[in-house]
């Protein structure tokens, strides 16, 4: 059964890190990428990044470009989402998914794109 797993999640200070886990299970990360989501209260669940697996391309979405990294070690079938420099605006559940290989080309954070979601692990950013 494929199944991903969010970890790491908690109340960090503005301009603070924190390191979020997706370990996946079911599937060898080989062979798809995983996205990033998060959704604030109120919002729409949106794109942060995603990593192919099959060769490590990363994709970012502007908000978090130079403040996230995404990196995965196959090996251990895990992904990792590094989040520094964190603001308020960074509240949000966060999620990880598996990316529907039906999609092919570069991973993107499209939701519709992704499948088997995990539980989310919820991000408070407040002093």
């Known amino acids: 059964q494929v199944q991903v797993v969010e970890s790491g999640g908690g109340l960090v200070q503005p301009g603070g890190s924190l390191r979020l886990s997706c370990a996946a299970s079911g599937f060898t990360l080989d062979y798809y990428a995983i996205g990033w989501f998060r959704q604030a209260p109120g919002k729409l669940r949106e794109g942060v990044g995603c990593?192919?697996?099959?060769?490590?391309?990363?994709h970012y979405a502007d908000s978090v470009k130079g403040r996230f990294t995404i990196s995965g070690d196959n090996a251990k079938n895990t992904v990792w989402l590094q989040m520094d420099s964190l603001n308020p605006e960074d509240t949000a559940v966060y999620y990880c998914?598996?990316?529907?290989?039906?999609?092919?080309?570069?991973?993107?954070?499209?939701?519709?794109?992704?499948?088997?979601w995990g539980q989310g692990t919820r991000v408070t950013v407040s002093s």
């Open positions: 990593i192919s697996g099959r060769d490590g391309f990363v």
């Open positions: 998914a598996v990316r529907d290989p039906w999609y092919g080309g570069r991973c993107t954070g499209e939701v519709h794109e992704y499948n088997s």
